[in-house]
């Protein structure tokens, strides 16, 4: 069992960067993959960006060249630099966690087992 617990959100103008991190809690044991994806009001659950046991990493087209995504195995704690921020990118940011070595393209939510709350991201133009 799995808690993820999202931070770093909160409300930036155009242009500028956030740091979104998620902690992990519970004993997590194996292979495990990771990621963040968004959501807002009325909208289908969008995916971000992924990283899988090894570190491979995918990025969807909306935030590639502008978006990092990171781990740290011994704190357990997944991060999502995002610079440039558009807009576009204002939305309910979750992190998600899978207990697999890798889940392939495209990530539609389902794949994952475990969730955060969610951390809102506001971008103002």
């Known amino acids: 069992q799995i808690n993820l617990v999202e931070s770093g959100g909160g409300s930036v103008q155009s242009g500028g960067s956030l740091r979104l991190a998620c902690k992990a809690s519970?004993?997590?044991?194996?292979?495990?993959?990771m990621g963040w994806f968004r959501q807002t009001p009325g909208a289908e659950r969008e995916w971000v960006a992924a990283?899988?046991?090894?570190?491979?990493?995918q990025y969807s087209d909306s935030v590639l060249g502008r978006f990092t995504i990171t781990k740290d195995n011994n704190k357990h704690t997944l991060y999502l630099q995002m610079n440039n921020l558009k807009p576009e990118d204002t939305a309910l940011y979750f992190c998600?966690?899978?207990?697999?070595?890798?889940?392939?393209?495209?990530?539609?939510?389902?794949?994952?087992?475990?969730w955060g709350q969610g951390i809102q991201v506001t971008v103002s133009s």
């Open positions: 998600a966690a899978e207990n697999r070595l890798w889940i392939p393209s495209p990530h539609q939510g389902a794949e994952y087992s475990y």
């Open positions: 519970g004993y997590l044991y194996g292979g495990y993959c």
């Open positions: 990283i899988d046991n090894d570190g491979e990493i």
